[in-house]
């Protein structure tokens, strides 16, 4: 939860270690899988993320350093525009800073709601809490194959009012506790975001989701689609980089 920013944290953040066989589980016990999975303490994470426009479609390049769930700094590699643009995520604060501009911005109120550098995902999806278990109750809705995998099917409701979806619905790996695909709704029952992985790898002992398609249903286009290049787990992570002093380094 990938994308963690990391971006792609946050879209691709679903990882898991040695497979499990089926077992009988309540909707809470599987939920609890899928948040332990989520959050596998430090990385490093080098990642792609484009943005598929009604007309042209665009890649950024970005490398994200993240510690838990509520520490993620991400630094743009590519293309030049956005290059050096950096984003520091300290539990519920976020800044950027834009080198063009040589100016660090709060990320707060309304502006939670705008798009991130035109994609579908805006930046309270990226505030998001990984652990889907804090903030939501979930029931077993059925089993589903989805991409050629036995899935759980869970309903989660929200159990706080500070959340972005009222209503989610998950496909959930029944082996590897990953999600592999997501709706997620307002409270009026609307269909806002989707989610979509299209891709899982193995890096050491865990499954990472690496390809997914993020799309915002009340936008034109075919959405946003993350790729993760290379990530590397219990990663020693350089001094200070949570520091909001290195948005300017």
Not at 47 to 59: D, F, K, L, N, P
Not at 155 to 167: I, N, W
Not at 224 to 240: H, M, N, Q, R, Y
Request: charge should be positive; aromatic fraction near 8%.
């Amino acid at each position: 939860m990938m994308p963690n920013l990391g971006i792609i944290l946050f879209i691709l953040g679903f990882c898991s270690a040695a497979p499990a066989g089926a077992q009988t589980l309540s909707a809470d016990e599987i939920l609890d899988r899928v948040d332990r999975n989520a959050v596998p303490g430090s990385k490093i994470i080098v990642s792609e993320m484009t943005i598929h426009g009604r007309r042209a479609s665009r890649t950024i390049k970005a490398k994200s350093w993240v510690e838990g769930d509520d520490k993620a700094f991400t630094e743009y590699l590519s293309p030049p525009r956005e290059k050096g643009v950096k984003m520091l995520k300290l539990g519920d604060r976020l800044w950027t800073y834009s080198p063009a501009t040589d100016r660090t911005i709060s990320i707060s109120g309304h502006m939670l709601r705008q798009s991130v550098m035109g994609s579908d995902l805006s930046y309270e999806d990226m505030m998001e809490n990984n652990r889907l278990r804090d903030a939501y109750t979930a029931v077993t809705a059925g089993e589903e194959t989805c991409e050629g995998r036995s899935c759980w099917v869970l309903e989660l409701t929200a159990s706080k009012d500070d959340v972005a979806y009222h209503r989610r619905k998950v496909w959930v790996d029944r082996e590897r506790f990953l999600v592999l695909r997501e709706e997620r709704f307002a409270r009026g029952g609307r269909l806002l975001k989707t989610l979509e992985v299209r891709e899982v790898r193995r890096f050491g002992g865990r499954w990472v989701s690496t390809h997914a398609v993020f799309k915002d249903a009340l936008k034109a286009g075919e959405g946003t689609e993350f790729k993760i290049e290379s990530v590397e787990f219990d990663a020693a992570l350089p001094p200070g980089i949570f520091d909001k002093s290195s948005l300017k380094k």
